[in-house]
């Protein structure tokens, strides 16, 4: 009251003086731009944020498609089994230079196969250089139900000679040496063997590869002939509904 009577006393309006009672609420908001400075520095962070964050999105699908594109490109995945290792020397003036000989078999499990080899001073050199020869190399060899041959087959090469026989389903790998990295990089899981003669490893390999290569299936046999497979299958007595379920289980 006692402000009052003075502001009155002194000659001024309370209308006037209101304003100035009320000018710390006008004063507590921001200045003109609406909380500019914490607004513009929270927008310039999310609008950095974001580019950054788009940018490393944008960095690590090239690379996700980089890494598509390989596995397009090297497809498959290709069983390695190394077979055999030799050290060769060559004699040259003021002593022996020591070299790798190595062997090699590349299969993808389906119903492809082969075999390479490589020389070099070191292991893993001669092993690259073998596993990129059986790659470019590779057969395809028909598979019974994917698990067996279609049917028995001999191979030769040199002093090697192999027996390969289809077996029913439970038998396994019947195969030792070589021969076995042969059946389980080709993806076979039931086949009896036998290898008569030379134990060299790379006769052995080209041996069996003799044999597979003699492979044929019942509706390669049908095409080559203009008969259908189910005409094929139809001789021993077989009658002719089962000759026609056995044709249609066939795939290659």
């Known amino acids: 009251m006692a402000d009052e009577t003075n502001i009155e006393g002194a000659g001024v309006a309370p209308e006037a003086v209101a304003p100035v009672a009320a000018a710390p609420e006008t004063a507590a908001p921001a200045p003109a731009g609406g909380e500019p400075r914490e607004a513009r520095g929270r927008g310039r962070g999310r609008g950095n944020n974001d580019r950054g964050g788009g940018g490393g999105d944008r960095g690590r699908g090239r ?4 890494r598509g594109r390989g596995d397009d490109d090297g497809g498959e995945e290709l069983i390695e ?3 055999h290792i030799n050290r060769v020397s060559k004699t040259v003036k003021g002593g022996k230079r020591f070299g790798f000989a190595a062997l090699v078999v590349v299969g993808d499990g389906k119903g492809r196969v082969g075999f390479g080899h490589g020389k070099a001073r070191e292991v893993p050199e001669a092993i690259t250089k073998a596993t990129a020869s059986a ?11 994917g698990r067996t ?17 289809s077996a029913p389903a439970g038998t396994g790998i019947i195969a030792g040496g070589p021969m076995r990295a042969v059946f389980e990089s080709l993806g076979v899981a039931d086949v009896v063997t036998k290898s008569v003669g030379t134990s060299n490893p790379y006769n052995m390999i080209r041996a069996t590869f003799d044999a597979l290569g003699d492979q044929t299936s019942p509706k390669s046999v049908a095409q080559r002939r203009g008969k259908k497979v189910a005409d094929l299958l139809g001789r021993g007595g077989v009658s002719t509904v089962e000759a026609e379920a056995a044709a249609d289980a066939i795939t290659e």
């Open 81 to 83: 089994k190394l077979v």
């Open 135 to 145: 790659k470019k190399k590779m057969i395809r060899v028909s598979l019974k139900e």
């Open 149 to 165: 041959l279609h049917h028995d087959g001999k191979g030769r090469f040199g002093a090697g000679k192999v027996n390969v026989r």
């Open 63 to 66: 690379r996700d498609d980089r």
